[in-house]
């Protein structure tokens, strides 16, 4: 019994273990994506960035914001796929309260295997 026991146990580690290799081999837990912004409107004085800056952290993503001095905002979001996604729906269609997005256009989106920025912040 205690060798059948013994058995048992090491099929299911061997199961285990194959299963946690497959995972850490596989890509799904490596991928993020990069994207740049440009959100046009009435999007500077009426805090869009600190509250771009918050949507990010609060979404888990890292990048940056900054105003331009043509009256748009313009960052960066990295992060998981959907997350990123989320961001970019927040950047185009809510914005902070005060703000009227008239549009948000991303570009260089792509897949990268580290996060090449930590946390969110405002540049200047």
């Avoid at 048992?8 to 273990?17: E, K, R």
């Avoid at 500077?44 to 990010?56: H, K, L, N, S």
């Avoid at 940056?64 to 989320?86: A, D, S």
Wanted: charged share 25%.
């Amino acid at each position: 019994m205690f060798l059948r026991d013994l058995s048992v146990c090491w099929t299911s580690l061997l199961a285990l273990t194959v299963v946690i290799l497959s995972a850490m081999s596989s890509d799904a837990g490596d991928k993020y994506v990069s994207v740049d912004f440009e959100v046009f409107g009435n999007v500077q004085g009426v805090c869009f960035r600190m509250y771009t800056e918050a949507e990010g952290k609060k979404l888990g993503v890292t990048g940056w914001v900054k105003n331009t001095r043509q009256g748009t905002v313009v960052g960066q979001v990295q992060g998981p796929p959907e997350k990123v996604k989320e961001m970019k729906y927040w950047l185009s269609k809510v914005g902070s309260p005060s703000s009227r997005i008239a549009r948000a256009e991303f570009s260089n989106e792509r897949d990268i295997s580290k996060l090449e920025i930590h946390g969110f912040g405002t540049r200047y």
